[in-house]
T-cell receptor, first 112, second 112 residues
Framework: GQNIDQPTEMTATEGAIVQINCTYQ??????LFWYQQHAGEAPTFLSY????GLEEKGRFSSFLSRSKGYSYLLLKELQMKDSASYLC?????????????FGKGTSLLVTP | GAGVSQTPSNKVTEKGKYVELRCDPI?????LYWYRQSLGQGPEFLIY????????DSGLPNDRFFAVRPEGSVSTLKIQRTERGDSAVYLC??????????FGPGTRLTVL
């Protein structure tokens, strides 16, 4: 199994940049995903990293270092609608290699 | 096209009763997953189907939980002798191979 750690809560100002960190331990890494989840709604896919480096997608970027068991999600030009929970999830080659193991999520509050 | 749908959206039952939760995946998605999410936690993996067969059921908490996908499309999660601790949001997701998983809106189960 994995240990996935991410901060419980973060606060940032509209228009600013925020970085949400995620560390993990796994015996058979097979990809890391970031999902956004607004209160009472389903998680929606943001990004996927399987190789080291930075993946950029508009205002959102995600970074992975497999040797360090570390990822971050970078959100630029924050908007009020970005207030949500951000979930880090790791896929493991053990078992089926398809199931996602999620962290507890980071609740981000964007203030005016 | 239509996303993942789940019915019912809410289910209230009494301790000891049997419940069935239904998931309609995105058309053509061969992989289907069930997760459950408690308040303040990330989704917890329950079971994964590839086609009609359960490829990984390592997340089912005990033998009161069972899921089927008889024709490789719609899936039903069945919980026998429900307990108060089963109260959670049950999320279904589907994917094409190992691509990102698309989540449904969930069924909120409350066991009184």
């Amino acid at each position: 199994g994995q240990n996935i750690d991410q901060p419980t809560e973060m606060t940032a100002t509209e228009g600013a940049i925020v970085q949400i960190n995620c560390t993990y331990q796994t015996s058979g890494f097979n990809g890391l995903f970031w999902y956004q989840q607004h209160a009472g709604e389903a998680p929606t896919f943001l990004s996927y990293n399987v190789l080291d480096g930075l993946e950029e997608k508009g205002r959102f970027s995600s970074f992975l270092s497999r040797s360090k068991g570390y990822s971050y999600l970078l959100l630029k030009e924050l908007q009020m609608k970005d207030s949500a929970s951000y979930l880090c999830a790791v896929r493991d080659k053990l078992n089926s290699g398809y199931a996602l193991n999620f962290g507890k999520g980071t609740s981000l509050l964007v203030t005016p | 096209g239509a996303g993942v749908s789940q019915t019912p959206s809410n289910k209230v039952t009494e301790k000891g009763k049997y419940v069935e939760l239904r998931c309609d995946p995105i058309s053509g998605h061969t992989a289907l997953y069930w997760y459950r999410q408690s308040l303040g936690q990330g989704p917890e993996f329950l079971i994964y189907f590839q086609g009609t067969g359960a490829a990984d059921d390592s997340g089912l908490p005990n033998d009161r939980f069972f899921a089927v996908r008889p024709e490789g499309s719609v899936s039903t999660l069945k919980i026998q002798r429900t307990e108060r601790g089963d109260s959670a949001v049950y999320l279904c997701a589907s994917s094409l191979g190992q691509s990102e998983q698309f989540f449904g809106p969930g069924t909120r189960l409350t066991v009184l």
